[in-house]
């Protein structure tokens, strides 16, 4: 299968975006992780699921973690 095609087929799975549409209606993903020592997972897997197109990530974490990805990003 080329590239061409294969993108094709893979555009079909998806729906298309609206050009009008509300925070969240594209997609809300929660993400579970992270500890005093491990703060960059749940970071890059929160910034990784708003850059392929979902609208909210929330980041649940403990509270040793928070302050440190809360500041990996404004």
């Known amino acids: 299968m ?3 095609e294969l993108f094709h087929k893979i555009k079909t799975l998806f729906p298309p975006l609206k050009s009008v ?3 969240g209606e ?3 993903v929660g ?3 992270g500890s005093y020592e491990f703060t ?3 970071y ?3 910034i990784a699921s708003l850059k392929i197109g979902s609208d909210l990530t929330h980041v649940f974490c403990s509270k ?3 302050s440190a ?3 990996y990003s404004p």
Do not use: F, L, Q, T
């Open 21 to 23: 549409s509300n925070k």
């Open 2 to 4: 080329k590239g061409k």
């Open 26 to 28: 594209s997609g809300r």
């Open 64 to 66: 040793s973690s928070a």
């Open 40 to 42: 960059g997972a749940p």
């Open 31 to 33: 993400v579970i992780g």
């Open 69 to 71: 990805i809360k500041s």
């Open 44 to 46: 890059y897997s929160a």
